[in-house]
């Protein structure tokens, strides 16, 4: 007589995992996906915006030099033993955009001025302050010369002499510095006097200078 086998079977129960743990690995998940999206490149419609971020060459990184792109040819200055003398050359812009010179100052007197020679009402020729200054063109240049613009230096503190070496700042509109040095030549021209003083000035032959505001 055969004896019948038993057979023992063992039920394996498998808890469920908790809802909320599922949707925080879904919500992982798509996080990473996200960072990895912004990971893999930026868009930006705002071209200064990517140069202000990558310190590209087109972003801003200091205040604006125009007297970066001058420099003078020739450079000189009229001896004088008193009074008033003045500087001249010719300013080279380099750049793409005009320059306009505002202002100049010398170690030679505490007074220097942008001066023209010009036409008045009455047909005479004057010595005048330059109202705006000296523009120099883009790519261009602008000659300080007797007879025309100039560095009119007022009250010199010592005398200026052949060979001596004085130095002379141009000031741009935007606040840039040129300076350069101006050696001292013997130059008979333009002894006009200057209207109300006896010192000779720097103009051209037969003007009469307009004396400069106090």
């Known amino acids: 007589m055969t004896t019948p086998t038993m057979t023992t079977r063992t039920r394996t129960t498998v808890s469920p995992r908790p809802a909320h743990r599922l949707g925080a690995g879904l919500l992982g998940l798509g996080l990473a996906l996200a960072l990895a999206g912004c990971a893999g490149g930026t868009s930006t419609s705002d071209p200064a915006a990517v140069d202000r971020a990558s310190g590209a060459p087109g972003a801003s990184s200091g205040p604006p030099d125009e007297a970066a792109a001058l420099s003078?040819?020739?450079?000189?200055?009229?001896?004088?033993?008193?009074?008033?003398?003045?500087?001249?050359?010719?300013?080279?812009?380099?750049s793409d955009v005009e320059v306009r010179i505002v202002s100049a100052t010398t170690t030679a007197s505490p007074r220097a001025e942008l001066h023209?020679?010009?036409?008045?009402?009455?047909?005479?020729?004057?010595?005048?302050?330059?109202?705006?200054?000296?523009?120099?063109?883009?790519?261009?240049?602008?000659?300080?010369?007797?007879?025309?613009?100039?560095?009119?230096?007022?009250?010199?503190?010592?005398?200026?002499?052949?060979?001596?070496?004085?130095?002379?700042?141009?000031?741009?509109?935007?606040?840039?510095?040129?300076?350069?040095?101006?050696?001292?030549?013997?130059?008979?021209?333009?002894?006009?006097?200057?209207?109300?003083?006896?010192?000779?000035?720097?103009?051209?032959?037969?003007?009469?200078?307009?004396?400069?505001?106090?």
């Open 116 to 214: 023209e020679m010009a036409t008045n009402d009455a047909g005479e020729m004057v010595m005048r302050p330059k109202e705006g200054g000296f523009t120099v063109a883009a790519n261009g240049s602008h000659e300080l010369a007797p007879g025309g613009d100039h560095v009119m230096i007022m009250g010199i503190t010592t005398a200026v002499r052949p060979g001596d070496e004085v130095s002379v700042t141009l000031t741009a509109q935007d606040g840039s510095e040129l300076t350069f040095t101006a050696p001292a030549r013997t130059f008979e021209g333009g002894n006009e006097t200057y209207e109300g003083d006896a010192t000779s000035t720097p103009g051209a032959p037969g003007a009469t200078p307009t004396p400069a505001a106090s």
């Open 72 to 94: 003078i040819t020739d450079p000189w200055i009229k001896a004088a033993d008193t009074g008033m003398t003045a500087a001249f050359g010719t300013v080279v812009n380099d």
